[in-house]
């Protein structure tokens, strides 16, 4: 099983950046596909997007096109989100995401780290 923990959130200022990190865990932890998710108040929990085991691809929402890059240092077991041009409605709480053996970067995930607060003002 792999551990997950976020850390990179905080509160900023739309239109500014922010880098989020997941560090992974516990045996094979390179061997999982890796993505991100975010869940705002009253909302249900939504993909932001996925990277693959080699990260040589990724799936990124539309919502956050152009704007966030999902990327991996498996030698140091670290998923990163690069977030930029932050609007408030990316407000949310950010999880890292690990899938199973046949997953694809849009899922399906099965573990979950315990989430990043992210806020942005306007």
């Known amino acids: 099983q792999v551990q997950l923990v976020e850390s990179g959130g905080g509160l900023v200022q739309a239109g500014g950046s922010l880098r989020l990190s997941c560090a992974a865990s516990?045996?094979?932890?390179?061997?999982?596909?890796m993505g991100w998710f975010r869940q705002a108040p009253g909302k249900e929990r939504d993909l932001v997007g996925g990277?693959?085991?080699?990260?040589?691809?990724?799936y990124v929402a539309d919502s956050v096109k152009g704007r966030f890059t999902i990327s991996r240092d498996n030698a140091k077991r670290t998923v990163y989100l690069q977030m930029n041009s932050l609007k408030p409605e990316d407000t949310a709480v950010y999880y890292c995401?690990?899938?199973?053996?046949?997953?694809?970067?849009?899922?399906?995930?099965?573990?979950w780290g315990q989430g990043t607060q992210v806020t942005v003002s306007s």
């Open positions: 990277i693959t085991r080699g990260g040589g691809s990724t």
């Open positions: 995401a690990a899938g199973g053996l046949s997953s694809t970067p849009r899922g399906p995930y099965a573990s």
């Open positions: 516990g045996r094979t932890s390179s061997s999982y596909v």
